[in-house]
């Protein structure tokens, strides 16, 4: 038996995992993708050149561009005028965040002071160089402010403490002046502002310094008061607390073992409790360890019972003397083993008693103890609070007392954080327009856009194509593929030129195609398909199998031919039934005009027998259409076409039913149900998705059981079937043909208008 080719064809169940599947999508979807720009490579390339040209053109066309920078060093650590470990008490330390610190520098870079300041230097409101212009009259002075400001551009060298102050200018001598004149002003400002900032802070300082010492003072005082008050010398209070909480640790554990000791006395005394008359030797075996007495007693019980069984055991009765004695003298070791249990009991109670006066007095010695450390702690707390704000007062003092001696002697020294640590030179080579790069970045835009509307323009094709179209877009199974019997148009010569189809030379009509060339590719598709039928229900086979599409022009009667004769090669008897009752074509291709057929049988005017003949194919018979009926529903819906059905199953294997178009007429829909299987024919490239799913539906709504999808007429040397899966539809001996006829394309083609039989 043939095995169902791997590409395209359903997996059996559990031969496969997700993973397979989320392979095959992903591969489908590169597979699509590169397709698809292969398909619209001239679009593709003319976006590219003409996007490159018009950069190139425009970046030709723009003024050349000079730039100078001024490298300058900040140190953010010198401006600080408390330093390091005064900021963080007084709230200032935001203000001097490294960070911020240097996007607050950047900024007054490019101020409105700075600039001002560089424009008067200069005199650049009435510079022609610099405004691009000879003006009548001086600019104002803010338009020559954003106008300096639009040229700079402040560049942080990453990882350091350095900046690149840059101007850019049509003229390279100008960039480089305004650039020094720029970081020289920008310095120089910074040095004011420290030097202002130093002299406040001394006196700011001095003032703090007055204030510090005074709360230290109170603070001192204050510590002192209470430790008098408290009688609390501060070498004794961890010593005290030390005892304190040994003698929370010795009441605890006391008391720990006190309770331990009372559970178990309570749960000996349950214990006790369980015994009864009832059943008197269950002492518990702790209670025989420790009283001998007791195991004795149990002893005695437990002998006596056991020789009152035995007496029984010897069949004497309960009124003789011997069981009674027995009795009595159970009777006595029971009391006994009762009274003793008891005893022990009362004994426990007695101990119970006492262990709980015992652990009254050692929780309340234990809650004495914790409040004693509870008042103490309190104390402590308020001890080290005092403490701890003298302590912080006393540095307070301290540093505000150093920083005011570094801030005195800053500003004697008169030091700048911020200097020039390269002058600018002038650029001998502009840094724009770059029309290496513009253009780089325009074809890499018109490739993408290129890409992008290729894409769009395959999208917006809505027909089937390919296997992964029938079953991710229709969610139906994909039985196989019916190549098409022609050359490819994309064959032609090295002109360019396609070629017109070439006539097939064949014999018989073209759609015996499978029959007459077993070797070719269409042959080899129609066994494929066969196989996959024969696969999908090994249980149930399809013996009764309707070939319908969407719409007319599919191919479903090539497709139905194909299989019949597939079927009748592997041996089974086969009959192929026209059910399309309005426009019929077996009987055409089958050389049976004018037979009887159908619509015969049904009225009575013939039989199977004589109405299904053999045709040239070996096991294949062929039931054309007969006269053609008035109403080809009502005929398909009847009890007699149900009966045709019924006898044609007895008679043969298999019958494969040709139907016209399910959208079109009903006649498709009715026949669905009286079948185990319908075939849904799509023309590749052609049938739309919408379609499709319309005929689908329509046989869905009759819970009609559809074996899967075909797809017909299939281009195999178009980019969507270029791979190997296919390789062998398309090989010498499998290769596709061209059919009879002017310019139509037979095997897998169009179902063509058709005569009634004569």
Not at 414 to 436: F, G, H, Q, S, Y
Request: neutral net charge; charged residues 25%.
């Amino acid at each position: 038996m043939e095995q169902p080719d791997n590409a395209g064809h359903p997996a059996s169940p559990g031969s496969g995992g997700r993973g397979d599947s989320d392979e095959s999508s992903a591969l489908s979807g590169l597979l699509w993708f590169l397709r698809s720009l292969r398909k619209h490579w001239a679009l593709i390339v003319a976006l590219v050149v003409l996007c490159g040209a018009i950069s190139l053109a425009y970046s030709k066309s723009l003024p050349k561009v000079y730039e100078a920078g001024a490298l300058i060093e900040f140190d953010p650590d010198v401006i600080k005028p408390l330093g390091n470990k005064a900021d963080p008490m007084i709230g200032w330390s935001a203000i001097w965040d490294t960070q911020q610190y240097y996007e607050t520098q950047y900024k007054l870079m490019t101020s409105d002071r700075v600039l001002s300041n560089v424009i008067r230097d200069l005199s650049l409101q009435n510079d022609v160089d610099f405004l691009g212009y000879k003006p009548t009259q001086p600019v104002p002075m803010d338009d020559a402010v954003q106008m300096l400001r639009g040229r700079l551009t402040v560049d942080p060298v990453k990882g350091s403490r350095l900046v690149y102050l840059k101007v850019q200018d049509s003229h390279p001598a100008q960039a480089r002046r305004l650039a020094e004149a720029v970081a020289r002003a920008y310095i120089q400002q910074n040095l004011d502002k420290m030097l202002n900032a130093t002299s406040d802070t001394v006196t700011w300082l001095s003032g703090q310094l007055d204030h510090s010492k005074q709360e230290l003072e109170q603070t001192e005082y204050s510590l002192h008061e209470f430790k008098k008050q408290n009688d609390l010398p501060s070498s004794t209070l961890e010593d005290l607390s030390k005892m304190i909480r040994m003698e929370m640790q010795e009441y605890d554990s006391a008391l720990t073992r006190t309770r331990m000791r009372h559970g178990e006395l309570a749960a000996r005394h349950a214990e006790l409790a369980k015994i009864t008359a009832d059943n008197p030797d269950q002492v518990p075996a702790s209670e025989l360890l420790n009283n001998a007495f007791l195991g004795g007693l149990r002893t005695q019980y437990q002998n006596a019972v056991r020789e009152r069984a035995e007496l029984v055991a010897e069949g004497k009765g309960e009124n003789h003397p011997a069981v009674k004695k027995a009795d009595e003298k159970i009777a006595l070791a029971k009391n006994s083993l009762l009274a003793e249990v008891r005893n022990i009991q009362g004994a426990i109670a007695r101990d119970l008693a006492i262990i709980q006066r015992q652990e009254s007095g050692e929780a309340t010695l234990l809650e004495g103890a914790r409040k004693k450390a509870v008042e103490l702690n309190l104390k402590e707390l308020e001890f080290h609070r005092l403490d701890r704000v003298r302590a912080q007062s006393e540095k307070l003092y301290s540093v505000l007392l150093e920083q005011l001696k570094e801030a005195d002697l800053r500003r004697m020294m008169n030091t700048n954080n911020i200097r020039l640590v390269d002058i600018p030179v002038e650029p001998k080579t502009p840094i724009a327009p770059r029309v290496a790069v513009n253009v780089g970045v325009a074809v890499l835009a018109g490739l993408v856009l290129g890409m992008a509307l290729a894409l769009l323009r395959e999208q917006l094709d809505n027909s089937l194509k390919t296997p992964q179209d029938v079953e991710e877009k229709l969610g139906v199974t994909f039985l196989g593929l019916l190549p098409e019997i022609a050359e490819d148009e994309n064959d032609g010569p090295p002109n360019g030129k396609r070629r017109r189809p070439r006539r097939l030379e064949t014999k018989l009509a073209p759609e015996l195609l499978v029959h007459e060339r077993p070797t070719s590719g269409a042959a080899e598709a129609a066994r494929t398909l066969r196989t996959n039928l024969m696969f999908m229900n090994p249980d149930r086979p399809y013996r009764r199998i309707l070939v319908t599409s969407a719409a007319p022009s599919e191919g479903k009667t090539t497709v139905a031919v194909s299989v019949a004769v597939s079927l009748a090669q592997g041996g089974q008897r086969v009959c192929i039934v026209d059910c399309d009752l309005r426009r019929p074509r077996l009987h055409r291709i089958f050389d049976r005009a004018g037979d009887v057929g159908v619509m015969n049988v049904i009225m009575g005017e013939s039989t199977i027998a004589e109405a299904a003949k053999p045709t040239i194919v070996p096991n294949l018979y062929c039931l054309p259409c007969g006269p053609i009926p008035p109403n080809s529903a009502d005929v398909v819906a009847s009890e007699k076409f149900r009966k045709l059905l019924d006898d044609l199953s007895q008679h043969f294997d298999r019958i494969v039913l040709d139907s016209p178009p399910i959208v079109a007429v009903t006649d498709s829909a009715i026949v669905s149900t009286l079948t185990d299987g319908v075939i849904f024919v799509i023309r590749a490239f052609r049938t739309s998705q919408a379609l499709c799913r319309q005929g689908l539906r329509a046989l869905r709504d009759v819970d009609a059981p559809i074996a899967g999808a075909v797809l017909n007429a299939v281009n195999l040397n178009r980019h969507e079937y270029n791979y190997h899966h296919y390789y062998y539809y398309k090989r010498e001996g499998y290769a596709p043909l061209v059919g009879s006829g002017a310019g139509h394309t037979h095997a897998m083609d169009d179902e063509r208008p058709a005569s009634p039989p004569n």
